[in-house]
């Protein structure tokens, strides 16, 4: 085990609140992990699993499909993190964003920790790892340096459709455009920021897929405030707290073990949607 990052790097994401281009996978890595959600995508047609394939790739992927987990324990990933967190690592979530090419999707300014019920925590991070070009064009993420440094800020609920956000959540105070850093990738390189950092991403006018992979690292002293569990992969080092039920990367696609388990990690995740 080791950081992966410089004390430099460590310093620019402790000022700004996040860190970028890093290279954690090759290009054919990338490719080849666009490929299995190609795959899946024939295979799975619409509601052959009771609901959309997407679902499955937004909520709890990595309970059920094997290549999610193992991405999130990729080593450059985990080495890269650690530099952030320190040698004790797990995965809270991991979801696809994947937004359609000429399409008006848009994630609007936002905190992550607004709603996960996990407080205001510091020891959050999120990799997003670029799987197709990540450009102004094809609606790569907005940064605002500094964000970080604020309290969690009001946000609404607007529910709009072209929001890939589940409640199109948006912060509810003025975000000057201009002052923010578009986060351009290539695929195989990722983002780090922290779960206050105000960001955002506008829509895909490109003619390709952009296909990004978030992966919410905490450390095993990150607790649940709001619902009464919470479940989370442990994935380097050691969890001593037990504030999290543990459980292992799935080793095949939708078996009924893990369905089930995804299905309770839902309904005990219920509480959040009622903040």
């Known amino acids: 085990m080791r950081k992966l990052l410089s004390e430099n790097q460590i310093a620019d994401y402790r000022r700004d609140g996040y860190l970028f281009p890093i290279p954690v996978l090759c290009r054919d890595e990338a490719m080849s992990y666009r490929a299995e959600i190609e795959s899946l995508e024939k295979t799975y047609q619409e509601h052959a699993l009771g609901q959309p394939l997407n ?76 799987l197709s070009p990540a450009t102004m064009e094809s609606g790569c993420m907005k940064f605002v340096a500094g964000s970080h440094q604020q309290r969690l800020v009001a946000h609404r609920d607007t529910f709009h459709k072209d929001n890939l956000l589940s409640r199109g959540q948006e912060i509810a105070v003025d975000v000057d455009e201009s002052e923010s850093t578009p986060v351009v990738l290539k ?60 459980f292992a990367a799935p080793d095949e696609a939708f078996t009924d073990d893990g369905l089930t388990l995804r299905s309770r990690i839902t309904t005990d995740q219920a509480a959040l949607n009622a903040q």
């Not at 909520?59 to 499909?65: E, K, L, N, S, Y």
């Not at 990004?212 to 690292?217: K, L």
């Open 187 to 246: 695929p195989g390189e990722m983002s780090l920021h922290h779960g206050r950092m105000f960001h955002a991403s506008g829509p895909n006018v490109s003619n390709d897929r952009r296909i990004g992979v978030a992966i919410r690292y905490v450390t095993p002293g990150v607790r649940q405030i709001v619902a009464q569990r919470d479940y989370a992969m442990l994935v380097r080092g050691c969890d001593q707290h037990r504030n999290w039920i543990n």
């Open 55 to 130: 679902q499955f790739f937004r909520t709890h992927g990595h309970v059920v499909i094997p290549f999610m987990a193992r991405i999130a324990q990729t080593k450059t990933i985990l080495d890269s993190v650690q530099g952030i967190l320190g040698p004790d690592l797990l995965v809270w979530s991991c979801e696809l964003f994947i937004k359609e090419p000429n399409t008006q999707k848009v994630v609007s300014w936002h905190q992550d920790l607004t709603y996960w019920g996990l407080g205001e925590t510091d020891d959050l991070v999120t990799a997003w790892i670029a």
